[in-house]
């Protein structure tokens, strides 16, 4: 009982100074730490505190003394039963081993049994195991022999994957496993044959697709114009009601006609899979997506259906010859990419839109390149013409399919230009024809109906004219309602060009005009300044060139309107070009004018060549020249022909004409051939001078004031009066003045004329004879002479 009490107290202790921490004790001590003797006062304090818990500890042993005496007492007890207990189950033991002797040896035969039946049910499972291995490698060989290869990749996968691992042990599966990837190799290879075979046939047969393609195209956008044409109730609201009537019911022809044909056709709509069979292609992509080479195949397949784009794109050297070898060149094209979107809308991953638009964008840029290099060999513009027409099939069909064809349509405009340039070259042959048969006279009408024939194909007005009888003549020529009408079918021939380009009204109004334009301006211009240049075209021809081109420079207005009529754009419109015909035919007029007066003044050359004066004679014959007669004569019917010209060109021609005349005539006088001339021929040049005064004052071209025509002639009259007068006093003295009566006369002309008179009278003796008279005329010359020598000599010294 003490050693109790005493674990329990030294217990008590350790727990109490473990309830003390280190920092409370510390903080305990630190409160005697001013006192003396601070230790042992805390030592007392904590001696005294043990005291009592131990007291404590003592009471708390002592109340529960009694109940551990008498647990004591029943444990000894209890032990007393436990060796009886332990009796009895020594001897139930011993029985038991004897009973279950008997037991034992059964229970190991039943084991045995139970052993030879669990082998036979392994070997059931083993053989259920197997028979489906077998099963399924013979419907692979089946496979395989009827060709159904993706099937037998499945197979195989199954066995690989499902039946072989279950029995892998056993020596018929590794031989299965062995042969599997033989079989794999095999299908690939057959596989990739037909694959070569399918490419080979869509090589052959891309030119039908794209035929077909790009017909099923052209149908329909043919059946959408007709539609939208018929529904398009203000087309063509400028026209005249006829016209209007007439193009309605064609429309509407058009329309039952468009509709018919889609329904007889409706049933014969072939697609690209109707035309090649696709199941190679889906069969090796998907043996090889199996196989685990699907990124292989999708090489392989791309880099073959390069090589086929590059021969497709491929032309023929001749192709520009026919519109066959365009046709056969964009169908090729067209299959090419139709195979190409089929493949990439029913497959996946074999091709891929990036990839289909990097082949485009490279079959594109070779494409424009053969298109601009072909194009450029093309001189019938007909055959440009059904180019574009392909090109806008080609371009609308690829269209449908997604791709960008935007470069297609820039590459048309520049076609277009050289379309245009073919059509001016037609058109310069067609314009040089017209000129060459024209007659260049009027035309003649003799009843109404010719009347109203002419005014049909060229819009002329002339209230003076329709109030004239019939049979009457029409100012123009022949050619000029022809030149209108090509001008008209050069209009339509641009713009069927313009058509079907997804312009506006606005661009293709614009175009037009632009191409009339250098219609007018360079090829009809050329053509008028090359026929007023021909040598056969004479002066009448002249006249009638430059009364035609009036009439066409008033037909450009009309020109206008009727592009305006068939392109729907008002002339009020801000950005409507307009026609340079006007200056055109201005230009041309004025050429004409210009050969007018050279031609005149070469005729006038021809007279004066055949002049034929003695200019050694002693007196006139006291009539006029005849050539100088002939002359007057054939400008006096020259300007007759003159009246229908404007009045300032006919005044113009013949004052040109006069004053080539009288500087003609001058030159003939002053000529340095001539040496010598007589007074008698003073007198018979001063015949034809007069004749000349009175033409120019006959007015042989209506519109001179007073004697302005004269004037032409003023130099000669001044020049030959002086000689004939023999005024020189007056001359000399007036010279240099304003009002001198002879202030045209040039002293060096008056002098050089009076030395050949010198040199007349020189060699006729005149003045051998020893007349006072003729000494005295002889002596003024010389005087003359000298003072005019020194006019012409302080002349040139001011000069």
Known sequence: MTYLVRKIKHAVQYKWMLLLPSASTGFCMSVYDDQPNAHQKFMEKLDACIRNHDREIEKMCNFHHQGFVDAITELLKVRADAEKLKVQVTDTNRRLQDAGKEVIAQTEEIIRCRVQQRNITTVVEKLQLCLPVLEMYSKLKEQMSVKRYYSALKTMEQLENLYLPRVSQYRFCQIMIENLPKLREEIKEISMSDLKDFLESIRKHSDRIGETAMKQAQQQKTFSTAFQKQNNVNYGRNMHLGRNRILESKNEIT?????????EHEEEVLTAQDLVDFSPVYRCLHIYSVLGDGEIFENYYRKQRRKQARLVLQPQSSMHETVEGYRRYFSQIVGFFVVEDHILHVTQGLVTRTYTDELWNM???????????????????????????LIVVFADTLQGYGFPVNRLFDLLFEIRDQYNETLLKKWSGL???IFEADNYSPIPVANEEEYRIVISKFPFQDPELDKQSFPKKLPMSQSVPQIYMQVKEFIYASLKFSESLHRSSTEIDDMLRKSTNLLLTRTLSSCLQNLIKKPHIGLTELVQIIINTTHLEQACKYLED??????????????TARLYGLSTFKDARHAAEGEIYTKLNQKIDEFIQIA?????????????SGYLMDLINFLRSTFQVFTHLPGKVAQTACMS???????????????????QISMGAIQQFNLDVIQCELFASSEPVPGFQGDTLQLAFIDLRQLLDLFMVWDWST???????????????NP??????????????????IFAQFRKNDRDKQKLIETVVKQLRSLVNGMSQHT
């Open 657 to 675: 004409a006069c004053q080539h005349l009288s500087m003609s005539l001058m030159q003939m006088l002053l000529d340095s051939e001539l040496k």
């Open 562 to 575: 009727f592009i305006s009529n068939i392109t729907n754009i008002s002339q009020l419109t801000v950005h």
């Open 612 to 624: 034929d004066y003695d200019w050694t004679m002693s007196e006139s014959d006291g009539r006029a």
């Open 731 to 745: 001359y000399l003295a007036d010279y240099g003045q304003a009002t001198s009566k002879y202030l045209r006369v």
């Open 363 to 389: 079959a594109l840029s070779k494409i424009i390149a053969v298109l601009r290099t072909h194009s450029s060999y093309c001189n019938d513009p007909d055959l440009v013409l059904e180019l574009k027409n």
């Open 748 to 765: 060096s002309t008056a002098l050089t004329l009076l030395e050949k008179m010198k040199d007349s009278s020189k060699k006729n003796n």
């Open 431 to 433: 314009f040089r024809d």
């Open 255 to 263: 329309l039952k006609r468009t509709f018919e044909d889609e329904d």
